[in-house]
């Protein structure tokens, strides 16, 4: 297990690779003006554009433009974000603790709830339970996410007045913007923060404040996770094994959860590693409709004024979440099923 962990490592540096020269490939269609931006580190460099375009080679061939890019990113010189008004590395930092503790509180709930509803729906077939969720999952699935969060914001916000967008009240946001020394941003994220600052009234507001967006992210996402769960539980059910099981007089119990719920589960691993995976760059849908300056959020602003460092940044950042998590599906299929082994 160690030297496959090892090995898929080393792959990591080639994978990482390739996705830098694809990504760096579609930008070179740019101009050198364009380009140029991701060598951009102060607002005072912007104004010198054509002297950029000369130091790093903009109007060079394409492998000469790529080593500089490599120098810039290993010396960490992400670029400017023209969206943050700051450095790419730094601005990263600032939203992507957003993303993080919303996916936090999402992730394990996606999991949790589609694995559930999806096994009892496969234990369960054709009863009114199952045919229930079937119609909520077809629902949740159909349903675009910008829709489904504006429908929970025009009614939870709108006509009841609770459950506001953004990420702290407007109070509390003005008051930790005017307090940096009374309270400290450990992690960037405010249900921490809150408790690790002893302020507690801080946290309670975050997590107000996560209630919609968590129950959007949850909604959309579980029903695909759902249905996979309840094909394969009902695959699994039809084998011959738990046929065997039942002639031998196990109990119904014993025969879905410790028998057929493990080898189901195998697909469910890829796609709920692949979901979150996916989400970790921000739903752009769920942080835009509810005021959250999060990845999502930032990638949109990012896309709309063509801020090149910033895309450039996120497509690497997220080929190395996707391979990342590929290595752990693939540690967990031999954690949940014995008979795969890794090599």
């Not at 953004?166 to 940096?180: E, R, T």
């Not at 996402?221 to 039809?238: D, H, K, Q, T, Y």
């Not at 460092?309 to 099923?337: E, Q, R, W």
Request: glycine fraction near 6%; include cysteine; hydrophobic fraction near 50%.
């Amino acid at each position: 297990m160690t030297a496959y962990i090892i090995r898929r490592l080393f792959f990591l540096v080639f994978v990482l690779f390739g996705v830098s020269i694809l990504i760096f490939g579609l930008l070179s269609t740019f101009s050198p003006e364009r380009r140029a931006a991701a060598y951009v580190t102060s607002p005072k460099q912007a104004e010198n554009i054509p002297l950029i375009i000369q130091e790093y080679g903009l109007d060079k061939p394409f492998y000469v433009q790529y080593g500089k890019w490599v120098q810039q990113v290993a010396k960490g010189n992400l670029g400017w974000s023209l969206v943050a008004a700051r450095p790419v590395a730094q601005a990263f930092w600032t939203y992507f603790p957003t993303t993080l503790e919303l996916n936090l509180l999402a992730s394990p709930l996606v999991i949790i709830v589609g694995i559930w509803l999806g096994t009892m729906s496969g234990v369960h077939r054709d009863s009114f339970f199952d045919h229930s969720t079937r119609i909520a999952a077809i629902v949740g699935w159909s349903l675009p996410t910008f829709l489904f969060a504006l429908i929970l914001l025009m009614v939870f916000y709108g006509y009841l007045g609770i459950f506001s967008p953004g990420i702290l009240s407007s109070k509390l946001s003005l008051w930790v913007a005017n307090h940096p020394d009374e309270f400290v941003r450990y992690t960037g994220m405010y249900t921490f923060d809150g408790l690790l600052n002893g302020r507690l009234d801080i946290t309670l507001n975050a997590l107000r404040h996560l209630v919609l967006p968590v129950i959007t992210q949850v909604i959309v996402v579980v029903a695909l996770l759902m249905r996979v769960m309840r094909s394969g539980m009902i695959e699994e059910m039809n084998k011959d094994y738990i046929i065997t099981a039942k002639a031998k007089g196990a109990d119904f119990k014993t025969i879905y959860k410790k028998h057929a719920k493990k080898n189901a589960l195998i697909p469910v691993i890829t796609v709920a590693g692949q979901l979150v995976a996916l989400s970790m760059e921000g739903s752009i849908a769920v942080e835009v409709v509810f005021s959250r300056q999060g990845m999502g959020w930032w990638l949109a602003e990012s896309a709309t004024q063509l801020d090149m460092p910033v895309l450039m940044s996120v497509c690497m950042f997220v080929g190395l979440v996707f391979v990342t998590s590929n290595l752990i599906i693939d540690i967990m299929y031999a954690y949940v099923d014995p008979r795969i082994r890794l090599h």
